[in-house]
């Protein structure tokens, strides 16, 4: 027998599948994660399946890993003690940003602090041309001072970024080699590895937002080996990364930048598989779990992927409030609405829930794990929706008392509501966020959301996929079969892949095709060598290309894949369409008589992605739904008036074929779906529920 596991840490539960690769057959588990020590949370769950399924340590050969832990590093400020060097002259590059203000009209607009404060920012006398050439040599005797001085202050960390480095390293890699002989053990990350590309503010943020979470990362990717070599496992460990791949923990110490949303990616990819798997064109990715939520957008089976995004914004929804990470991210809105989520009246007496969550420590008040506070967990308790005895399959029992004396004392007594209507509320705001966000998610990409089918997972995600689908007016809803671990399965689903950037403008009329080819020559050795050393076959590796291009004059280009093999003049005509069918897609018409520049070469080189069928084996129970039903409980529906008695389902005895009409709840050991009055559902081949939402 062999065997994979995936693991995605949330900020309320820990995901966990395993599964058989001999038989398909999967396991699904969820523990509460241990945020002090999220490896903990993990070895527990590691532990706790391979007891329940019977199978032995030594059987698994794989283990992929998703996590949070860089993305928390950077919003809570808890990195590395870190430094930069610059070029002389450019030590406020991180303070100046962009120069432009965020919100032009506010006149209080306090972005981020820079990651590495104004007395560990350090200038070295060296200067490169445009063009990499050398304008002023490195002074090692200088930079050997600042190092030494830096040293004695104890950074543990180095972040080293000068001008031009994109086109020449030399001297980047000169300052790591001293800062190497003087400090062995300093961390040190230049930016023309971490991130070779132009434009000085992003390039130099996102070399040092890695270089700040490197020693984290590494001493958490090392406690994470031992233990399951503790545990017998000898299986390799990979860690996902933000663009939908996975990567070995070399790469994740080397540049842990890449994993800053890996946890959220699993989601995305779960959908895209679904989407390919059922022939869907399009999908609106809907995955709500303890603290968070997550929409993206599935266009032809895949995810959107941005090759810039931020983290620790001043202002959720505005651009430039946030320090810019520059690496490939599959795109979605995240918003901090899910089953942990606090609510409260604010000065106004308006009802508010989020963005700050109980998370797994304390909780929500129905825990009984030392929280006071009303969470959107605690409003679902009160309104039937769960079962205070089948909470994770009866694994932990909710205090529906305790929901009810938070959200009377936080919220209903304040307003003068009953305690049901304020829960209602809660549940309606929280619902009324995820639509809200999606829907601009959508805008900003030209999409109307009302003709995509919602793909709902996470551990709250089906408890409010009807309201949300409702408020979206999407046709119709998709609950997948184990909806609350889905992520975890997406990790099972990501294939090993690395991306590469080469920054080099070319008049696409005057290219210098042979220096472009070279450029793409040298991405692909180094992309085909680290597959390798990971064990994938060379006739097995996939390589994409896109080049990022703009008309002469604009300041940001536009992304359009370039076709495979040798490019020349004759290429031309194909790259030039491929450009003016992106640009249109973005702007609907194109400028006449403008000549065409490309500045970014990017290559993607990946193994095949796994064996894996996001749906249950077919076949299955009978597909008579009567002989599902568990019992009925009193669920509240406002389009029914207020309590309904409602038919409560066990989600593993319903079968391909079953029909079901709402209001229905249907139960898994992970999650709970709720489906209102008027909707009629069945269950496909895959046993995924197909729920169709009445306009």
């Excluded at 032009?104 to 490169?128: G, K, N, S």
């Excluded at 958490?220 to 990364?241: C, K, N, S, T, W």
């Excluded at 692909?524 to 008309?551: C, I, S, W």
Aim: charged share 25%; net charge neutral; aromatic share 6%.
């Amino acid at each position: 027998m062999s065997a994979r596991f995936g693991v995605d840490i949330g900020g309320t539960f820990t995901d966990l599948v395993l599964l058989d690769e001999a038989t398909g057959t999967i396991r699904v588990g969820k523990v509460l994660t241990t945020p002090k020590d999220p490896a903990h949370g993990v070895e527990q769950g590691i532990q706790a399946l391979l007891a329940e399924a019977s199978v032995d340590a030594r059987a698994v050969r794989a283990l992929v890993h998703g996590t949070t832990l860089a993305t928390n590093a950077l919003i809570e400020r808890k990195g590395a003690r870190a430094a930069l060097l610059t070029t002389a002259g450019f030590r406020d590059t991180l303070e100046i940003r962009r120069e432009g203000r965020y919100d032009m009209y506010d006149l209080f607009i306090d972005p981020p602090a820079p990651l590495i404060p104004r007395h560990l920012r350090r200038e070295v006398p060296e200067r490169l041309l445009a063009d990499g050439t050398v304008h002023h040599p490195l002074d090692e005797s200088e930079a050997r001072r600042v190092l030494s001085a830096l040293v004695a202050e104890g950074v543990e960390a180095l972040a080293i970024c000068l001008l031009h480095a994109y086109v020449n390293p030399r001297h980047e890699r000169r300052l790591a080699e001293l800062a190497r002989e003087l400090a062995p053990h300093l961390v040190v990350s230049c930016s023309s590895e971490v991130v070779p590309e132009i434009r000085e503010y992003e390039r130099a943020s996102t070399t040092t937002a890695n270089v700040y979470v490197a020693p984290l990362m590494a001493r958490y990717v090392e406690d994470l080996e031992r233990r399951f070599a503790d545990l017998g496992i000898p299986g390799q460990l990979y860690i996902m990364q933000s663009s939908g791949g996975i990567a070995l923990p070399q790469t994740a110490r080397r540049l842990p930048i890449r994993l800053v949303e890996s946890g959220p990616a699993a989601g995305a990819l779960a959908a895209a598989q679904a989407a390919r798997e059922r022939g869907e064109p399009r999908l609106l990715s809907f995955d709500m779990g303890g603290t968070t939520a997550k929409a993206c957008v599935i266009d032809d089976g895949a995810p959107l992927v941005a090759r810039e995004f931020e983290v620790a914004r001043a202002d959720r929804f505005k651009k430039g409030s946030g320090l810019p990470i520059r690496v490939p991210v599959i795109e979605m809105i995240e918003i901090g609405a899910g089953g942990g989520s606090i609510a409260r009246v604010d000065r106004l007496g308006l009802l508010k829930v989020g963005p700050d969550s109980a998370g797994a420590d304390p909780g929500p008040a129905c825990y009984n794990l030392g929280g006071r506070l009303p969470t959107v967990t605690d409003a679902d308790l009160i309104l039937g929706y769960l079962d205070a005895d089948f909470f994770l399959g009866g694994r932990m029992r909710l205090d529906r008392e305790a929901a009810r004396r938070a959200i009377e004392a936080h919220v209903a007594r304040p307003l003068g509501l009953e305690v049901i209507a304020a829960a209602w509320g809660i549940h309606r705001v929280v619902n009324e966020n995820m639509a809200a966000a999606a829907r601009i998610h959508g805008i900003e990409r030209g999409k109307d959301l009302r003709s995509y089918p919602l793909f709902a997972f996470g551990g709250a995600g089906p408890v409010h996929c009807w309201q949300v689908a409702k408020i979206l007016r999407v046709p119709r809803i998709l609950v997948p079969f184990g909806a609350g671990a889905i992520s975890a399965y997406g990790l099972l689903a990501a294939p090993l892949a690395f991306d590469f950037v080469r920054t080099g403008r070319q008049d696409l009329d005057a290219a210098d095709w042979s220096t472009i080819n070279a450029r793409f020559a040298e991405m692909e050795r180094e992309g085909r060598d680290l597959l390798a050393r990971a064990g994938v076959p060379p006739e097995e590796v996939r390589l994409a290309r896109v080049a990022e291009m703009r008309y002469v004059g604009q300041g940001h280009e536009v992304e359009a894949p370039l076709p495979g093999g040798t490019l020349s003049a004759q290429s031309l005509p194909v790259i030039t369409a491929s450009f003016e069918a992106a640009y249109r897609a973005l702007y609907q018409r194109l400028p006449q008589g403008v000549p065409i520049e490309a500045l970014n070469w990017r290559l993607t080189a990946s193994g095949p992605p796994p064996a894996l069928g996001l749906g249950q084996p077919r076949g299955g129970p009978a597909g008579d739904a009567r002989s599902a039903v568990k019992g009925a409980r009193r669920a509240y529906f406002a389009e029914a008036g207020g309590f309904v008695d409602t038919p409560v389902y066990d989600r593993y005895a319903l079968g391909p074929g079953a029909t079901l009409t709402g209001p229905v709840i249907l139960e898994e050991r992970e999650s709970t779906a709720v489906i209102g009055p008027g909707a009629r559902g069945r269950v496909d081949p895959g046993r995924a529920l197909v729920i169709e939402v009445p306009r």
